[in-house]
């Protein structure tokens, strides 16, 4: 997988709000949205995003 090579914070803001929906719309796994966060966090503030876990997974476990 490549990383964002962006030191823009905008730009990289933008590229994660985009990977959130992903993840959101069960696209993207919740631990690779992480990582990706993870990946970026001295550049964007990641008090604006959410990681969100797969709904299939939650009503499974309840």
């Known amino acids: 997988m490549r990383k964002i ?3 823009d914070p905008d730009l990289v803001f933008a590229a ?3 990977i959130e929906q992903l993840n959101r719309d069960g696209h ?3 631990y690779m949205f992480r990582n990706i966060l993870n990946d970026c966090e001295g550049i964007a503030d990641l008090s604006k995003f959410t990681v969100s ?5 939650k009503e499974e476990n309840a």
Do not use: G, I, Q, T
């Not at 876990?53 to 997974?57: G, H």
């Open 5 to 7: 090579l962006s030191n």
């Open 28 to 30: 993207v796994p919740a």
């Open 16 to 18: 994660l709000k985009l």
């Open 53 to 57: 876990e797969n709904e299939k997974k």
